[in-house]
């Protein structure tokens, strides 16, 4: 049995594309599972009415993104769970190439698919995560054409939340996302926890599935959550050793980051990202013990796959900006 977690915030317009491109492709074995935030546009009512075997789960307020894919996960009970977001659009057989790559690749427990964008379609999202030394990840490939993206299957560091499958087994081990994070960066701390208790992520070629990147998200609170969500990832799961090796590089990046911020005129969403982070230390310190207890893997195996150039991965991510919205 497999469950798929959509969790949606006034995003009715968004599931009135995405749901019918899914119920195409499930059968009995297969069950669809709604979270809303706590939506002001009807959309609880509107799946009751429109689409009567879609398990409806609402909130009476918006508690986040973490927090409704967690109550459908365990809503889902024992099955294998597949995330989707409700700005995306599922291209035919992309569930099934999901569901034959887990069944296939039975060494991996996370199966990323390849994100193109809603506009222009032919330019990927995302076909995985990478993670840095100096404490940030990245979309592979993001905003490459498809075409110049080889079609093959590959390990990835991690899967964004997009659309990604992940075994049951890798919930019952490190348990769900965390819910202090509320959005943005969850996915990365997921995937970081589960590659340090041991479990692989495959990047699935053949799973494609549009994203209208950020539909719903407000731009001053996306760059809060994400600057304030990566400190505490860093602080949870990078082992000592990691972080005392790579303290320049996690330094260098801050710095960086506060000087965009000044230029770019957001310089206050920064500092207030950096204090909300300062006063979280303490809980997120509990949560580390917790997650370093659950490593199974030794430090060097973590260091391998962690990306050295981090400045080159800036300035290739800015140029591909660059070169796509030049057009």
Not at 114 to 131: E, K, N, S
């Amino acid at each position: 049995m497999i469950s798929i977690v959509i969790p949606t915030w006034n995003g009715r317009h968004l599931l009135e594309r995405s749901l019918p491109a899914l119920l195409h492709q499930v059968d009995s074995t297969t069950t669809i599972i709604v979270v809303d935030n706590g939506s002001s546009d009807g959309t609880c009512d509107w799946i009751e009415e429109t689409y009567p075997d879609v398990r409806r789960i609402g909130f009476p307020e918006n508690r986040g993104f973490s927090a409704a894919v967690n109550e459908g996960i365990r809503a889902a009970g024992t099955s294998d769970v597949i995330l989707v977001n409700n700005d995306t659009l599922a291209e035919p057989e992309w569930l099934n190439r999901l569901v034959n790559a887990a069944s296939t690749y039975t060494e991996y427990h996370m199966f990323a698919s390849r994100v193109l964008l809603m506009d222009p379609p032919d330019h990927l999202d995302t076909i995985g995560d990478g993670f840095t030394i100096a404490g940030f990840g990245y979309k592979i490939a993001w905003l490459r054409h498809d075409d110049d993206v080889p079609r093959e299957l590959r390990e990835v560091f991690g899967a964004s939340g997009c659309a990604v499958y992940i075994r049951r087994c890798v919930f019952d081990r490190i348990g769900v996302f965390d819910e202090d994070f509320f959005a943005f960066g969850e996915d990365l701390d997921f995937s970081f926890r589960a590659r340090l208790a041991g479990y692989r992520i495959l990047s699935v070629p053949d799973a494609r599935i549009h994203h209208a990147v950020r539909a719903t998200a407000v731009k001053d609170h996306t760059l809060f959550w994400y600057h304030r969500n990566i400190i505490w990832l860093i602080l949870k799961n990078f082992p000592w050793q990691l972080l005392c090796l790579y303290m320049p590089h996690l330094i260098a990046q801050n710095i960086l980051v506060c000087a965009t911020s000044i230029l770019r005129g957001w310089f206050s969403v920064y500092v207030r990202s950096m204090r909300a982070a300062i006063q979280g230390i303490p809980a997120v310190l509990v949560k580390r013990r917790i997650v370093q207890k659950q490593r199974r893997i030794p430090v060097r195996a973590i260091r391998d796959v962690l990306d050295a150039n981090w400045i080159g991965i800036h300035i290739r991510l800015h140029r591909a900006k660059k070169l796509l919205f030049s057009r």
